[in-house]
């Protein structure tokens, strides 16, 4: 065990109720950080369930690595491995990613495409806007409203 999560396991029982819950948000963290590798293989390997609950823990994360690991389940087999690693990213909020997402808007699955075109809305980046608006003339009309939306 770390000595950084030693020494949060034993503000635990701090008297204060809101350093203990940011304690355990920590401790949290830790623990998927160490479990990374675990979670990369789950994506890789893994059945739907195992995949999704590995984007949903790594996408509480910030670094190139988990960056790389959601990039890589984007283009999962599964289109909601996709769409899932695909909210993670936006979530994130990295800039890294943007021309990743820009080809995210062509994805051949309509779920994928809404995703796409909310999460590339949230990033309210003016270079993202033709490609928004693109996705207007999309024969999907889930597409075009999440575009409408962005």
């Given at each position: ?51 999704l609950n590995a ?26 491995v996709r769409a ?59 597409v075009v409203e ?5």
């Amino acid at each position: 065990m770390s000595g950084r999560k030693e020494i949060f396991i034993r503000l635990l029982n701090d008297p204060d109720e809101s350093i203990r819950r940011c304690v355990s948000a920590a401790i949290e963290k830790i623990e998927i950080k160490e479990k990374i590798e675990l979670f990369e293989n789950s994506i890789e390997s893994g059945s739907l369930t195992q995949k999704l609950n590995a984007i949903f823990s790594l996408g509480r994360l910030r670094g190139n690595r988990i960056l790389s690991i959601l990039l890589k389940a984007a283009n999962d087999p599964l289109e909601d491995v996709r769409a899932s690693a695909i909210r993670a990213l936006g979530e994130i909020g990295d800039n890294k990613i943007l021309s990743s997402l820009i080809e995210f808007l062509n994805d051949p699955s309509p779920v994928v495409r809404r995703v796409a075109v909310e999460v590339a809305g949230n990033f309210k980046d003016p270079r993202l806007t033709d490609f928004i608006i693109l996705m207007t003339q999309s024969s999907d009309r889930g597409v075009v409203e999440k575009a409408l939306e962005s």
